[in-house]
């Protein structure tokens, strides 16, 4: 998944309202944020491999340290602590740590099975959601527009940067999402490490505009 995940961030922020969303967002994102760094350095592998599965050309063929159930939830409670420790929110830790573990349980509905359930583990798992493109567009395109209506719904803009910077990152998740769904398949697995390194941005993106919005509910 991708827009999946982030639709978990937007949704968390009528959870968590004092967190920002720069976090809520990199929290369901984080172990695709450390995949590419540990793809670029050599301790996980991906190949391409189209017709892998018919939503994705890759095969994940090791990637224990960010993506098996066991170091999920590793680092989900990392997460959960150490926001705890320099906030001393407590809402905000819980929902920081069930964002991050989020992750594992949409990619575990979306692989094919390939997911280990801990460094070293033989078991794979994976429902297999992305054996079929319609499904995945639906399933993804729903969980985003929620997630987006529930975002919009719970803050309200202050300026123009909370309007503009919002709704061009909701069209810029999309468009992008577009792109890898139709566009042709990365050229090599150093390739993808180098563009998995961009989605370090998306949170940094989600802090700005959403620190020109409103928490509005009551």
Partial sequence: MFIGHVAVGFAAKR???????GLLIAAPLALDLLWPV??????ERVRIDPGNTA??????TYYPWSHSLLMSLVWSVLAGVAYW????????ALVLGA??????V???VSHRPDMPLYPGGA???????WNSVPATLVVECLMYAAGVWLYA??????DRIGTYGFWSFVAFQLLVYAMNEFGPPPPSAQAIGCMGLALWLLPVWAWWFDSHRDYSCS
């Fill in 15 to 21: 959870v968590a309202p004092k967190t920002s969303l």
């Fill in 38 to 43: 540990l793809v670029l350095v050599g301790v």
């Fill in 55 to 60: 939503f994705t050309p890759l095969a994940f």
């Fill in 85 to 92: 420790l320099w906030r001393r929110y407590a809402v905000g």
């Fill in 99 to 104: 964002g991050v573990f989020s992750h594992w």
């Fill in 106 to 108: 949409l990619d575990a």
């Fill in 123 to 129: 078991t794979m798992v994976g429902l297999g959601l």
């Fill in 153 to 158: 719904r719970a803050t309200k803009p202050r």
